[in-house]
């Protein structure tokens, strides 16, 4: 059974971050697929072409945008951008998150507030963005990619990426409530 007889996304508008990477192309490509229109955020702008590229053959519209989650002023453009061209968005997907690694003894409080202002800050205000124009149309799923780092430890060389994870798998919790 093809993944389009699993569910329909047709007229559905989806964003994912990190959409060049592995598994955010992965996701793009399955609502590609389920007939989904897509807008899609990273900061690799050659792998976003190629991602285009590809997805335009299913006929929807896939828009593409260079960009970090952890530039506020982006994340704002990008869903002024959304607002102009799609009117709506369904389905958001957050993905992108750089973070840092590093032992607790050694690591740099720097890696730990870039590690939580990636993951944790500027996802919260994507999904913040995101939300209140569900909320408005009274629908929409938030999807955030959590690591099992941030449920069980992964040793103690991973402490920001960790945290901050830790912190996104609370979140996204607290905002299904």
């Given at each position: 059974?093809?993944?389009?007889k699993?569910?329909?996304?047709?007229?559905?508008?989806?964003l994912?971050t990190g959409?060049?990477?592995?598994?955010?192309s992965?996701?793009a490509?399955v609502?590609?697929?389920?007939?989904a229109?897509?807008?899609?955020f990273d900061?690799d702008?050659?792998?976003?072409h190629?991602?285009?590229?590809?997805?335009?053959r299913s006929?929807?519209?896939v828009?593409?945008?260079?960009g970090?989650v952890?530039?506020?002023?982006?994340?704002?453009?990008?869903?002024?951008?959304?607002?102009?061209?799609f009117?709506?968005?369904?389905i958001l997907v957050?993905?992108?998150?750089p973070?840092?690694?590093?032992?607790?003894e050694e690591?740099?409080l720097?890696?730990?507030?870039?590690?939580?202002?990636?993951?944790?800050?500027?996802?919260?205000?994507?999904?913040?963005?995101?939300?209140?124009?569900?909320?408005?149309?009274?629908?929409?799923?938030i999807i955030?990619?959590?690591?099992v780092?941030?449920?069980?430890?992964?040793?103690r060389?991973?402490?920001?990426?960790?945290?901050?994870?830790?912190a996104?798998?609370?979140m996204?919790k607290?905002?299904?409530?």
């Amino acid at each position: 059974m093809g993944i389009e007889k699993m569910f329909d996304l047709s007229g559905r508008v989806a964003l994912v971050t990190g959409a060049a990477g592995s598994l955010g192309s992965a996701i793009a490509t399955v609502y590609a697929d389920a007939g989904a229109d897509l807008l899609l955020f990273d900061l690799d702008g050659d792998g976003l072409h190629r991602m285009a590229k590809e997805l335009e053959r299913s006929g929807q519209r896939v828009r593409t945008v260079v960009g970090s989650v952890g530039d506020i002023q982006q994340i704002t453009e990008l869903f002024e951008l959304l607002d102009r061209e799609f009117g709506k968005i369904d389905i958001l997907v957050n993905v992108a998150g750089p973070a840092k690694i590093g032992k607790p003894e050694e690591v740099d409080l720097a890696d730990v507030a870039y590690s939580i202002h990636h993951l944790v800050t500027a996802r919260f205000f994507i999904c913040q963005q995101a939300g209140r124009r569900m909320l408005a149309a009274g629908k929409g799923s938030i999807i955030s990619i959590c690591s099992v780092t941030g449920i069980t430890a992964n040793g103690r060389s991973h402490m920001p990426y960790s945290m901050a994870m830790a912190a996104v798998g609370h979140m996204t919790k607290e905002l299904s409530g």
